[in-house]
């Protein structure tokens, strides 16, 4: 079974911020967090991924709680193209990678 | 999706018919996946491979068998088909800082 918990969907406006929600409370120290997400019937894109520290790339921003239970996805100004399912795993080194059944994002315009 | 390709792209089978799906990839990555997505679901993990040689069974293993007879290579073979099988089929590979790379997916339809 996947190790994550996330909401099947969520909406937002064009233009404002998608916070995407992932609960991932059996964690172990070693596992990172990581985010994909995936357009139409295209294969899952990378987006970002980290261990305890938020981490920021050209993509989206993620935040991890201090316990690491939870950690939230930001797209800080969504867009249309960023309609997709997005999923959150965790993992650590090349073993059986799970996916769960991610979020479904609309973007409103 | 330069890096990992798969073939065929497409696929029509009768059931009971047999066929290997190929996925071949230019990065010299260790490890290579093989997922399935029926419409509508999220993926599911049928086999895996954590370097030349090995292989592991993942969520749905049933009704498939994989081969990696070198570092390039991880085929999926479907020796019996059978309509619960049509799906899209998605090889991926694992780069250096962790994440996974996929290629552009399979679509079989098994009638």
């Known amino acids: 079974d996947a190790k994550t918990t996330q909401p099947p969907s969520m909406d937002c406006a064009e233009g404002r911020a998608a916070n995407l929600p992932c609960n991932h409370s059996t964690i172990s120290g070693n596992e990172y967090v990581y985010w994909y997400r995936q357009i139409h019937s295209q294969g899952p894109q990378y987006i970002i991924h980290g261990l305890k520290n938020n981490e920021t790339n050209e993509m989206a921003s993620l935040i991890i709680t201090e316990d690491r239970k939870s950690s939230t996805l930001i797209l800080p100004h969504a867009t249309l193209r960023d309609t997709a399912v997005y999923y959150c795993?965790?993992?650590?080194?090349?073993?059986?990678?799970?996916f769960g059944k991610g979020t479904r994002l609309h973007i409103l315009p | 999706n330069a890096g990992v390709t798969q073939t065929p792209k497409f696929q029509v089978l009768k059931t009971g018919q047999s066929m290997t799906l190929q996925c071949a990839q230019d990065m010299n990555h260790n490890s290579m996946y093989w997922y399935r997505q029926d419409p509508g679901m999220g993926l599911r993990l049928i086999y895996y491979?954590?370097?030349?040689?090995?292989?592991d069974k993942g969520e749905v293993p049933n009704g498939y068998n994989v081969s990696r007879l070198n570092k390039r290579e991880f085929s999926l073979r479907l020796e019996s088909a059978a309509p619960s099988q049509t799906s899209v089929y998605f090889c991926?590979?694992?780069?250096?800082?962790?994440?996974?790379?996929f290629g552009e997916g399979s679509r079989l339809t098994v009638l």
């Open positions: 491979s954590a370097s030349e040689g090995t292989t």
């Open positions: 991926a590979i694992t780069r250096n800082t962790g994440e996974l790379f």
């Open positions: 795993i965790v993992r650590v080194g090349d073993d059986k990678i799970i």
